[in-house]
């Protein structure tokens, strides 16, 4: 695992997190402490140079600083659970400085990323803010400070494109307590976190670290008083679609509260994403105008949900798919994909293949298989069969299934008459 340092650079968008000088007396030992940001993990540990040095690190907590010799800096992030070593680095220290060493990622795929927390205070009145991107499967942000009431329509981000991984620099703002959004960079209609009360501590310094989800898109926020406490600020939204596979090509149109889902639309459709809010939601299904009597869904804050009308037109059934739209571990070599059937009268399962080789076998109706990679590829062959036929029930010819892309293959529509659709979804 590559240990990664901030520093400064000659441009204003580099992240500006390690400084050039500590202060201490010390001459030998600098001060670290561990932020769990891993939303894979309940609880981490540190250890360096072989002690442990924090243990029992909460998600969006951070530990008590340690002395650490400068010239024996081996740390390992560990699983407080059964100790196992996630990640480990060699980081170069100055002595005297504060350092907060960030796990982040998802689990099994833990990283960590090192924070001086040294910077010089900001003028009374006034504030610095560094917004660290460290959800490696949302992609750039933009980050917006207003008001409470302010509509994004009329607001200026105070950073934008804000790779993963990497930092916006510290922003000098007047301190106070705002309202942060975070969007998706160049969009401010794609809504990934809203924290609607933050402090900014006058002549202070604060991080916000930007965290993944279980969904991939959306983001949580924690943030980091230098040398401070920590605050965490989880998302309070899911995302979901519906999609209308039911047969006979009947008209369905659904929403959740106030938020339109799908207008009146003849099966298949598939949904656009939206955005709502998390819990046990008010979901309406109509099909062929009559309102249908499903059990409301009970949604996880950060997830992505398929809501998915199947079956015959006089007998449609509700099922609820959670998305896994994260990105392939591998996002320059291969891709992601999955199938779900959503056939009607369907007596068996449906099989994925991809050059020949199957990545989902036996997946029944009102069921999605779970993500599978694949290479990527200029020329690739997909089928979907069945075995009720002899030939593939769906076929593409000639894909190009490209790097870091998430893929999800509909088969919809009546067991005589399927209809097939291949949807990028990331």
């Known amino acids: 695992m590559r240990f990664k340092t901030w520093a400064w650079s000659l441009t204003l968008a580099s992240a500006a997190l390690l400084a050039a000088c500590g202060g201490g007396s010390d001459s030998s030992t600098a001060q670290m402490r561990l932020l769990n940001a891993s939303i894979g993990y309940a609880?981490?540990?540190?250890?360096?140079?072989?002690?442990?040095?924090?243990?029992?690190?909460a998600y969006a907590g951070v530990g008590s600083y340690a002395d650490v010799n400068t010239s024996a800096t081996g740390t390992e992030v560990q699983s407080n659970s059964v100790g196992s070593t996630l990640v480990s680095s060699t980081p170069t220290l100055a002595s005297g400085s504060h350092y907060a060493m960030i796990a982040y990622g998802s689990a099994g795929s833990v990283k960590t990323t090192l924070l001086q927390e040294d910077q010089d205070a900001p003028d009374s009145g006034k504030t610095k803010l560094l917004v660290l991107n460290l959800a490696p499967d949302a992609g750039a942000m933009d980050v917006y400070v207003t008001g409470a009431d302010e509509s994004l329509d009329s607001a200026t981000s105070v950073a934008s494109s804000i790779a993963a991984g990497s930092g916006s620099g510290y922003v000098t703002l007047n301190s106070g307590t705002f309202r942060v959004r975070l969007t998706a960079a160049s969009s401010k209609t794609d809504l990934r976190l809203d924290i609607p009360s933050i402090t900014l501590p006058s002549a202070g310094v604060s991080t916000l670290i930007?965290?993944?989800?279980?969904?991939?898109?959306?983001?949580?926020?924690?943030?980091?008083?230098?040398?401070?406490?920590t605050t965490n600020y989880p998302n309070s939204t899911s995302r979901a679609r519906l999609v209308a596979a039911v047969g006979g090509s009947a008209l369905v149109s659904g929403s959740i509260g106030q938020a339109s889902l799908m207008p009146t639309s003849v099966a298949p459709t598939i949904g656009d994403y939206t955005t709502?809010?998390?819990?046990?939601?008010?979901?309406?299904?109509?099909?062929?105008?009559?309102?249908?009597?499903?059990?409301?869904?009970?949604?996880?804050?950060?997830?992505?949900y398929t809501?998915?009308?199947?079956?015959?037109?006089?007998?449609?059934?509700?099922?609820?798919?959670?998305?896994?739209?994260?990105?392939?571990?591998?996002?320059?070599?291969?891709?992601?994909?999955?199938?779900?059937?959503?056939?009607?009268?369907?007596?068996?399962?449906?099989?994925?293949?991809?050059?020949?080789?199957?990545?989902?076998?036996?997946?029944?109706?009102?069921?999605?298989?779970?993500?599978?990679?694949?290479?990527?590829?200029?020329?690739?062959?997909?089928?979907?069969?069945?075995?009720?036929?002899?030939a593939p029930v769906y076929s593409l010819s000639d894909l190009q299934i490209q790097a870091g892309y998430v893929y999800t293959v509909f088969v919809m529509g009546d067991g005589t008459s399927m209809v097939g659709s291949l949807r990028r979804e990331r």
């Open 307 to 390: 809501l998915m009308v199947w079956g015959t037109a006089a007998s449609p059934q509700l099922a609820v798919l959670t998305d896994d739209n994260r990105l392939p571990t591998s996002s320059t070599t291969s891709a992601k994909i999955r199938l779900v059937n959503g056939v009607a009268s369907a007596s068996t399962g449906l099989t994925l293949n991809v050059d020949y080789s199957a990545l989902a076998s036996n997946v029944v109706a009102g069921t999605s298989s779970t993500p599978q990679t694949t290479p990527a590829s200029t020329s690739s062959l997909l089928t979907v069969t069945s075995p009720s036929s002899t």
């Open 210 to 229: 930007l965290t993944g989800t279980n969904g991939g898109v959306l983001v949580n926020g924690i943030q980091l008083i230098q040398q401070g406490a």
């Open 43 to 57: 609880a981490l540990d540190m250890a360096v140079d072989g002690a442990t040095v924090n243990s029992g690190v």
């Open 276 to 304: 709502v809010a998390a819990g046990a939601a008010s979901l309406s299904v109509y099909v062929n105008g009559q309102l249908m009597n499903f059990t409301n869904p009970t949604l996880t804050a950060g997830n992505d």
